[in-house]
């Protein structure tokens, strides 16, 4: 039996009692703020405001914690040395890895089911009752979950190799610059020579979260295809797996202090 | 060590698979999202909203449009769509980032005016764009004639044409063409000499390739629908002489109603018809001609 | 009786510096034995290469060479973990977790059966002595208590084999009697401890055999007794009488005064000498006692030879 699901358990298990989950008081206050707003003001487009606002909170406090926790899932347990029991047992270092990977992730989907359901309060009081294109919000949602999938393989690969304060920077620059990734594909069909190279190199490299951000769209009622879905789905899967190669191989042969 | 071995192809496998897919998939991932729709390309469709968020980034942001704005338009025009609703909206917040944006002005406007498929075909929209890029940079004369340029090619207004090449003419470092150009303006209907000339500027001081591409097309195109004509008149002319068409270009030679055999911008030989049309050999040459055109090609008045 | 560790040429080196130019030899390639069912003492001086050995025989580290190999595997073979425990120095745990919580935590990593968690988890804190703060966060523990959860996770899936750093520091006497207690308890159970330290009273009372270690280089291995042995030549000579002293002193031995009380500690051989000594100076000799011979002594001896050597080598 795989000792996989234990450390996921754990992982998750040390997050709630970091008391990350209090982030979603916040989240419940803004909500609430903003839906009592409109209660009182009307201005024509409550509606796309508090998809709009809804869904970059939900994504700016998951990003928060990803890259929060997530670079110091193994840095940390090297610092403290907490890892020497662990890899003590039969725990395969790619487990380990993997394991808090799993932990993590699912502390988020947890964290962004409940703001979800935050979510969808708001707008059902905003827009006074459900809509037609109100599924399609779930669809965002789920992005937005692929997203923070992202976010937190990156965050998890620093921290194996880098201390908290690089990885921090680095997961950073990285969600800011796959936001772009696809204006950086753009910007390198227009040029050539070793520009060229470079930015289409970043641009592959870089996580690509253009086509996850489908806020605005869903805030117009617009539909979201199901191939898109599935190609975003299996996107973020060969990402993740990148990442977490790379990460899983680096630690494997690293030696602990 | 074994297991470390293993542990170390499998996750080296798995990097390289998954690096190569995860290419594809963005590859697919582009093409899904061409058809996608205002919103989502626009992706904060307030510029306002924009500017507070790009935290003192305004220019570097303007920039990322601009490219957003080459990239649509030349998707659009690869597929030869009739669809550009998105190119002034991108311009418009490309030029509310950054007013000082120039090309965005000069290569933007020609975007706009032109007819699909080489443009949104919303001359309205261009001299509007252009208005505000004249509001925000009083001292470039380029914007004057790009909005002259518009107003006489794609407006038919040679009155407000000639206006703003007066007006432009005023401005330090204008070209001393200017000037000319407003006689020009207010004396001719449209037609193809003055369209030729205006090509040819536009040509001459374009700094986007875009743009200058699309002025040596219209360039070509304007000449064979001059030299066509005349060339027809001539074939009748030796009809009415000798009773029937010329065979070839040799018998026309041999009659002293030609120096030589005719040629084209591109250097290829003009076709003659037998009904005594004159034909270009590569209608796809000159995308913009209206005539040279074997009969059953139709294309829209540029 | 099989060896239950083999470590053959074992060594490690490190890079150190900015460019990674400097090179450090933390161990010299090892060679050690130990035997099962015994108390092994791995001892040595803070720096000696104590922890580089065990990180790199649990795998926290990996060698620059050589091998080693557990219970008849090689000691980076996976299979290997299961019957092993290692209790780091200093260990530290998951704050956030009870007693309780981390120990069932580690039941599970280790295959511990899930009916038998319990249980087992139950009994071990009894067995450290920490029955009643199961439920207790981690992060109220003092050092002791913590050292004790140490012990319990290492013996909790029944190992063969159990690895200790230096398992009494920072422990009161109490506690480190206690411990000892339970290092002796594993013997009896018939697992084989291998266990380093640099309290060396600690490993005389408990090893079998011991290594001592000083830079990275194995100094000396063998049983204790014979070390012991070795060093317990010496008389401790107590008498009344200060002009003594300057004949004492002469033979080449160390004199304490206090008051008209003095006590010289007298190799066995020069025993003879010392007494004519006292009784030509009219002292009144008050006992003669052996000298209880301990391994502090023998550890003094072995390093100041290598430290000598190593100097030597160096000059």
Known sequence: MTPLPFIAYNTYREAVRDRVLYNLIVFALLMVGSAVLFGQISIGIERQVVINLGLAAITLFGVAIAIFIGIGLVSKEIDRRTLYTVLSRPVRRWEFVLGKFLGLSFTLVVNTFFMGLGFFAAVFYVCGGVHRGDARLLAAIYFIVLELLIVTALAMLFSTFSSTLLSAVLALAFFIVGTFAEDLRGFAQMVTGPAHWVALGVAYLVPNFASLNVASSVAHDQPVAAHLVLANTGYVLCYSAVALAVAVLVFEYRNLK | ?302 | MSDVIEIRGLWKQYEVGFWKKRKITALQPLELTVREGEIFGYLGPNGAGKTTTLKLLMGLAFPSGGGARILGLDHQDPAVKAQIGFLPEQPYFYDHLSATELLEYFAQLSGVPAGERKRRVERMLARVGLGDAGGLQLRRFSKGMLQRVGLAQAILHDPKVVFLDEPMSGLDPIGRREVRDLVQQLKEEGRTVFFSTHILSDAEALCDRVAILNRGRVVTVGEVADMLAKVSESVEVLWEGAAAVAGIEALGAAVHVSGELARASVPRVKLDAAIDALRGAGARLISVTPVQATLEDYFMQQVGASEAAAAEARA
């Not at chain 2, 924009?50 to 303007?62: H, Q, V």
């Not at chain 2, 290569?107 to 505000?132: H, M, R, T, Y």
Request: hydrophobic residues 40%; aromatic residues 10%; glycine residues 8%.
């Open chain 2, 1 to 302: 060590m074994n297991a470390r071995r293993r542990v170390t192809s499998v996750a080296a496998a798995v990097l390289v698979c998954a690096l190569a897919a995860q290419a594809l998939v963005v590859r697919r991932l582009d093409r899904i999202r061409q058809g996608a729709p205002l919103e989502e390309m626009l992706y904060i469709g307030s510029s306002r909203l924009l500017r507070g968020l790009s935290l003192g980034f305004r220019g570097l942001m303007a920039d990322i449009y601009w490219t957003r704005v080459v990239q649509y338009y030349g998707a659009k025009r690869r597929v030869r769509s009739v669809n550009f609703s998105l190119v002034y909206p991108l311009l418009e917040i490309t030029t509310d980032l950054d007013p000082h944006l120039m090309v965005a002005y000069e290569a933007g406007s020609i975007f706009v005016s032109q007819q699909p498929p080489n443009g949104a075909g919303q001359p309205d929209l261009a001299v509007q764009l252009l208005e505000k890029g004249i509001r925000n940079n009083p001292g470039q004369w380029r914007l004057y004639f790009d909005l002259g340029f518009v107003n006489y090619m794609d407006r038919n207004d040679p009155a407000a044409a000639a206006k703003a090449f007066l007006e432009g003419s005023r401005v330090p470092g204008a070209k001393w063409w200017m000037k000319v150009t407003a006689a020009a303006m207010q004396s001719k209907a449209s037609d193809p000499a003055t369209a030729r000339m205006l090509w040819q500027q536009m040509y001459e001081t374009s700094s986007d390739e875009r743009v200058r591409e699309t002025a040596r097309m219209h360039i070509v195109s304007l000449e064979v629908d001059e030299i066509v004509p005349r060339l027809e008149e001539r074939v009748e002319a030796y009809r009415s002489r000798t009773g029937r068409y010329p065979a070839n270009w040799d018998q026309m030679v041999q009659a002293g109603y030609l120096r030589g055999v005719p040629m084209d911008p591109t250097g290829k030989p003009y076709q003659l018809a037998a009904s005594g049309r004159v034909e270009v050999q590569v209608p796809g040459d000159f995308p913009f001609a209206t005539a040279g055109l074997p009969p059953g090609v139709k294309r829209p008045k540029f």
